[in-house]
C-alpha cells in the first residue's frame, strides 16, 4: 500500500482536489469525500477502502450521527458548509481529529487506527456519489 | 559413603568414576544458569553449596536433547530456546535488560490472576548488585533522571505513552564463562557437572526434602542431602521436576492444588503494526542508543499506568531504537506484549521418557481473548500518540485483526509455571520462593513470576535470586 505517499501528498494537494457544491447562506458546501481527504492526508483510493469498511462496521446514519458540533460548520446530507475559508475548515477538521486521537475517541478501520471524526467521514464519502 | 565438604570451591565431572556423587552440603541448587549461578556466589562463602549443572563446560548433543518435548500449543522450539551447559541459557541471550513496571506487581481487575505477593521496592536493594553482575554499569531504569524530557525519543509528552530504558549487558555476560573462576575458586562451592536431578525425597512428615537423587547419563547416580534444596533449571524444567518427583506425592511436588506447570507465559513477540510518518523529521536523530558512561541503553516506548487501567490493556514495549525512520518505507513496530495468566497455558507432563528416565513434557502454549485485545490495544495507542501529533499513522496488520497465531513470536523467556502467590490456592510459591507444602524447598528464575510485565526476565530473576539468598542466610544463620 501506498501510505507514505498519502501522508506526502495529502494535505497540499487535497486542497485542489475539494469541489466546492455551491455557496450557500451559511458558506461553501464541501462533499464528504473532500472532507475525508482533508482530515485523514488518505489519497482517494484508501479513501474508498476505508469508507466501505466503515460502512460495515455501522450503518452511513450512525456515523452521521457521530460528526462533531465544530465551529462555523454546518453538517448536511450531501456534506458540510462552512463559513470558513478552506483552510481554516481543514484546520478545524484537522484540530478536532487530533482531540479526538488525544481522548482516545478513535477507531479501528480495516486495521488503521483512525480518529470516529476521520472513520464517519470515510463512511459517508461512500455511502453517497461524490 | 558420604564425604567431606571440599574446603576449596572445585568445578567436577559427576561422570568421572572417581568422583564421589554421595554428598552433604548445606545447598543443594540445581540449575547452573542465570538465577542458579548468581544464587550460589552469593551462598557460597558462607555455607557449603553444591550446584548441579546438567551439561558440561561445552554443549553436548545427548544432554541438550534432555530439553526435547512436544508442543501442542502456539508454536514454540523447546530445544532452541535454552540451552543446557555451564551458564545455561545465558550462553546465546542477546544481553537486553529492562525493570518491571510497578503496575506489573499489582492485582488489576481486568487481568485474572493478576499481582504479586511481592511489590516492586521488594526488588529495589537489590537493583544495582544485579546490574553488576549482569555487566549492566548502573541499576538506575529511571528514564527522568536519565534523559531529559526534551531528548525523548518519540515527542509523546502528554499522551497515553511514555517512555521506558533498556539496558544492554556489555560485554554480554556469559554465566559460565565469566564466573568460571569465582566457581572454581570460592570456598565451600562445589560445581557437579553433568549431573542431573531427577528425584527428591521427602523426609516421613511429608514436608521436609532430605535429599536429592542425581544422575549421569553414563549411568552412575547419587544421593545428596542438604538443609535446603533450589530448583534454577529454568521456567520449564523447574516445573517439570517438581512434577517428575512422583515416588512419594503422585501429583508431583508442590502440586496439591494442581497448580504446577500452569500459567505459561511468554512474551508474545510481535511486528504488529506499520507506522506512517506525516513529518519525515520527527525521528531524525532521535532514535539512537545512547550511552551512559560505558554501556548502552535505549529507550522502547510503554503505556502509561493510566492508560492500562482506562483501556484495560495489556502491557506492552515498542523497539523504537535504531528505526530508519526517514526512509519512504512504512517503520516497522516491533513490540514485546504482556501475556496475561492462563492456567490453560501450561506444561505437562508426558508418558516419553527421556535418556534419564524422567517423562518429557508437551508444551501448550495458549494466548486468550485478552492477550489479542492487548495486541490491538497497542496499536490503538500507539496510533492515537502519532494521531494526536500529528505525527503520522498506525496500521495494524491483517493477522493481528485476523487473530492468526501463527505469526506470534517468542522471546524464550519462560515464566508462571512456579507462580508467587500468598495463597496455596493461587500459586506454587510463597512470597520468599518457598514451594508451597514443603519446609526447605525453594524456586529460583522467572518460573516463579506471577505476570511478566513486557520486559525481558533475567534483571527481575537474577534481582529475585539475589533477594532469596538473603532469605536463605537468614534461615540457616
Same mark, same amino acid.
Given at each position: 500500500?501506498?501510505?507514505?505517499?498519502?501522508?506526502?501528498?495529502?494535505?497540499?494537494?487535497?486542497?485542489?482536489?475539494?469541489?466546492?457544491?455551491?455557496?450557500?447562506?451559511?458558506?461553501?458546501?464541501?462533499?464528504?469525500?473532500?472532507?475525508?481527504?482533508?482530515?485523514?492526508?488518505?489519497?482517494?483510493?484508501?479513501?474508498?477502502?476505508?469508507?466501505?469498511?466503515?460502512?460495515?462496521?455501522?450503518?452511513?446514519?450512525?456515523?452521521?450521527?457521530?460528526?462533531?458540533?465544530?465551529?462555523?460548520?454546518?453538517?448536511?446530507?450531501?456534506?458540510?458548509?462552512?463559513?470558513?475559508?478552506?483552510?481554516?475548515?481543514?484546520?478545524?477538521?484537522?484540530?478536532?481529529?487530533?482531540?479526538?486521537?488525544?481522548?482516545?475517541?478513535?477507531?479501528?478501520?480495516?486495521?488503521?487506527?483512525?480518529?470516529?471524526?476521520?472513520?464517519?467521514?470515510?463512511?459517508?464519502?461512500?455511502?453517497?456519489?461524490? | 559413603?558420604?564425604?567431606?565438604?571440599?574446603?576449596?570451591?572445585?568445578?567436577?565431572?559427576?561422570?568421572?568414576?572417581?568422583?564421589?556423587?554421595?554428598?552433604?552440603?548445606?545447598?543443594?541448587?540445581?540449575?547452573?544458569?542465570?538465577?542458579?549461578?548468581?544464587?550460589?556466589?552469593?551462598?557460597?562463602?558462607?555455607?557449603?553449596?553444591?550446584?548441579?549443572?546438567?551439561?558440561?563446560?561445552?554443549?553436548?548433543?545427548?544432554?541438550?536433547?534432555?530439553?526435547?518435548?512436544?508442543?501442542?500449543?502456539?508454536?514454540?522450539?523447546?530445544?532452541?530456546?535454552?540451552?543446557?551447559?555451564?551458564?545455561?541459557?545465558?550462553?546465546?541471550?542477546?544481553?537486553?535488560?529492562?525493570?518491571?513496571?510497578?503496575?506489573?506487581?499489582?492485582?488489576?481487575?481486568?487481568?485474572?490472576?493478576?499481582?504479586?505477593?511481592?511489590?516492586?521496592?521488594?526488588?529495589?536493594?537489590?537493583?544495582?548488585?544485579?546490574?553488576?553482575?549482569?555487566?549492566?554499569?548502573?541499576?538506575?531504569?529511571?528514564?527522568?533522571?536519565?534523559?531529559?524530557?526534551?531528548?525523548?525519543?518519540?515527542?509523546?509528552?502528554?499522551?497515553?505513552?511514555?517512555?521506558?530504558?533498556?539496558?544492554?549487558?556489555?560485554?554480554?555476560?556469559?554465566?559460565?564463562?565469566?564466573?568460571?573462576?569465582?566457581?572454581?575458586?570460592?570456598?565451600?562451592?562445589?560445581?557437579?557437572?553433568?549431573?542431573?536431578?531427577?528425584?527428591?525425597?521427602?523426609?516421613?512428615?511429608?514436608?521436609?526434602?532430605?535429599?536429592?537423587?542425581?544422575?549421569?547419563?553414563?549411568?552412575?547416580?547419587?544421593?545428596?542431602?542438604?538443609?535446603?534444596?533450589?530448583?534454577?533449571?529454568?521456567?520449564?524444567?523447574?516445573?517439570?521436576?517438581?512434577?517428575?518427583?512422583?515416588?512419594?506425592?503422585?501429583?508431583?511436588?508442590?502440586?496439591?492444588?494442581?497448580?504446577?506447570?500452569?500459567?505459561?507465559?511468554?512474551?508474545?513477540?510481535?511486528?504488529?503494526?506499520?507506522?506512517?510518518?506525516?513529518?519525515?523529521?520527527?525521528?531524525?536523530?532521535?532514535?539512537?542508543?545512547?550511552?551512559?558512561?560505558?554501556?548502552?541503553?535505549?529507550?522502547?516506548?510503554?503505556?502509561?499506568?493510566?492508560?492500562?487501567?482506562?483501556? %484495560?490493556?495489556?502491557? !506492552?514495549?515498542? =523497539?523504537?531504537?535504531?528505526?530508519?525512520?526517514?526512509? @519512504? *518505507? /512504512?517503520?516497522?513496530?516491533? #513490540?514485546?506484549?504482556?501475556?496475561?495468566?492462563?492456567?490453560?497455558?501450561?506444561?505437562?507432563?508426558?508418558?516419553?521418557?527421556?535418556?534419564?528416565?524422567?517423562?518429557?513434557?508437551?508444551?501448550?502454549?495458549?494466548?486468550?481473548?485478552?492477550?489479542?485485545?492487548?495486541?490491538?490495544?497497542?496499536?490503538?495507542?500507539?496510533?492515537?500518540?502519532?494521531?494526536?501529533?500529528?505525527?503520522?499513522?498506525?496500521?495494524?496488520?491483517?493477522?493481528?485483526?485476523?487473530?492468526?497465531? %501463527?505469526?506470534?513470536? !517468542?522471546?524464550? =523467556?519462560?515464566?508462571?509455571?512456579?507462580?508467587?502467590? @500468598? *495463597? /496455596?490456592?493461587?500459586?506454587? #510459591?510463597?512470597?520468599?520462593?518457598?514451594?508451597?507444602?514443603?519446609?526447605?524447598?525453594?524456586?529460583?528464575?522467572?518460573?516463579?513470576?506471577?505476570?511478566?510485565?513486557?520486559?525481558?526476565?533475567?534483571?527481575?530473576?537474577?534481582?529475585?535470586?539475589?533477594?532469596?539468598?538473603?532469605?536463605?542466610?537468614?534461615?540457616?544463620?
Amino acid at each position: 500500500m501506498e501510505r507514505r505517499e498519502f501522508l506526502k501528498n495529502s494535505i497540499g494537494c487535497s486542497l485542489l482536489l475539494a469541489l466546492p457544491l455551491g455557496c450557500q447562506q451559511t458558506g461553501t458546501l464541501y462533499d464528504w469525500r473532500s472532507l475525508a481527504q482533508w482530515t485523514t492526508g488518505m489519497k482517494p483510493d484508501l479513501i474508498k477502502q476505508l469508507g466501505d469498511y466503515a460502512g460495515t462496521m455501522q450503518a452511513p446514519g450512525q456515523w452521521r450521527e457521530e460528526l462533531p458540533v465544530l465551529p462555523n460548520v454546518r453538517w448536511l446530507d450531501e456534506g458540510a458548509t462552512s463559513a470558513d475559508e478552506p483552510e481554516a475548515l481543514m484546520q478545524t477538521l484537522s484540530s478536532e481529529s487530533r482531540r479526538q486521537f488525544a481522548s482516545s475517541h478513535s477507531v479501528i478501520v480495516d486495521g488503521w487506527v483512525l480518529s470516529r471524526l476521520e472513520a464517519a467521514l470515510c463512511a459517508l464519502a461512500e455511502s453517497r456519489p461524490a | 559413603m558420604r564425604i567431606g565438604r571440599e574446603p576449596a570451591g572445585m568445578i567436577i565431572d559427576a561422570r568421572n568414576s572417581a568422583v564421589e556423587l554421595t554428598r552433604d552440603a548445606d545447598f543443594v541448587i540445581a540449575g547452573a544458569g542465570v538465577a542458579g549461578i548468581s544464587l550460589a556466589l552469593e551462598l557460597a562463602g558462607k555455607y557449603s553449596v553444591i550446584l548441579l549443572e546438567s551439561g558440561g563446560i561445552e554443549p553436548e548433543q545427548d544432554t541438550q536433547s534432555l530439553y526435547d518435548g512436544k508442543s501442542s500449543g502456539l508454536n514454540y522450539s523447546l530445544l532452541g530456546s535454552r540451552l543446557r551447559f555451564l551458564g545455561g541459557t545465558s550462553n546465546h541471550w542477546g544481553g537486553w535488560c529492562g525493570k518491571l513496571d510497578d503496575i506489573d506487581f499489582e492485582a488489576r481487575d481486568w487481568v485474572p490472576h493478576s499481582g504479586w505477593p511481592i511489590t516492586s521496592a521488594d526488588l529495589e536493594p537489590f537493583h544495582q548488585r544485579t546490574a553488576d553482575i549482569l555487566d549492566l554499569g548502573s541499576g538506575n531504569f529511571d528514564t527522568d533522571t536519565m534523559v531529559p524530557p526534551e531528548n525523548h525519543a518519540f515527542r509523546i509528552s502528554g499522551t497515553r505513552l511514555t517512555q521506558r530504558v533498556m539496558r544492554f549487558s556489555n560485554p554480554v555476560t556469559r554465566m559460565g564463562e565469566k564466573y568460571r573462576p569465582a566457581l572454581e575458586n570460592t570456598a565451600g562451592l562445589t560445581v557437579l557437572l553433568n549431573a542431573n536431578l531427577v528425584d527428591l525425597k521427602l523426609h516421613e512428615d511429608g514436608k521436609k526434602l532430605e535429599s536429592a537423587l542425581v544422575r549421569t547419563l553414563n549411568g552412575r547416580s547419587g544421593q545428596i542431602t542438604a538443609k535446603h534444596f533450589i530448583l534454577a533449571s529454568g521456567g520449564i524444567e523447574n516445573a517439570r521436576l517438581l512434577l517428575s518427583c512422583r515416588s512419594q506425592m503422585t501429583q508431583g511436588l508442590g502440586n496439591e492444588k494442581g497448580l504446577v506447570g500452569r500459567f505459561f507465559m511468554e512474551h508474545p513477540h510481535v511486528t504488529a503494526a506499520e507506522m506512517f510518518a506525516l513529518d519525515e523529521n520527527w525521528c531524525q536523530g532521535q532514535m539512537a542508543l545512547r550511552r551512559d558512561d560505558d554501556h548502552w541503553f535505549g529507550l522502547m516506548v510503554a503505556p502509561s499506568k493510566k492508560s492500562l487501567s482506562e483501556q %484495560r490493556c495489556l502491557n !506492552f514495549r515498542g =523497539h523504537i531504537f535504531n528505526i530508519e525512520c526517514q526512509s @519512504d *518505507d /512504512p517503520i516497522e513496530l516491533r #513490540v514485546m506484549m504482556e501475556q496475561a495468566p492462563n492456567p490453560d497455558s501450561r506444561v505437562r507432563l508426558t508418558s516419553t521418557l527421556d535418556a534419564l528416565g524422567l517423562p518429557r513434557i508437551d508444551l501448550n502454549w495458549q494466548l486468550t481473548a485478552l492477550d489479542w485485545h492487548g495486541i490491538q490495544c497497542m496499536g490503538r495507542l500507539v496510533g492515537e500518540a502519532l494521531g494526536a501529533r500529528s505525527l503520522g499513522r498506525v496500521k495494524l496488520r491483517d493477522w493481528v485483526m485476523e487473530q492468526d497465531g %501463527r505469526r506470534i513470536g !517468542f522471546g524464550s =523467556h519462560h515464566m508462571g509455571t512456579t507462580r508467587m502467590a @500468598d *495463597d /496455596p490456592a493461587a500459586g506454587v #510459591v510463597d512470597r520468599n520462593c518457598r514451594v508451597f507444602g514443603t519446609s526447605n524447598l525453594f524456586v529460583a528464575g522467572s518460573s516463579v513470576f506471577a505476570t511478566g510485565g513486557a520486559i525481558n526476565p533475567t534483571f527481575t530473576l537474577t534481582a529475585l535470586a539475589l533477594r532469596l539468598a538473603e532469605h536463605l542466610t537468614g534461615l540457616v544463620r
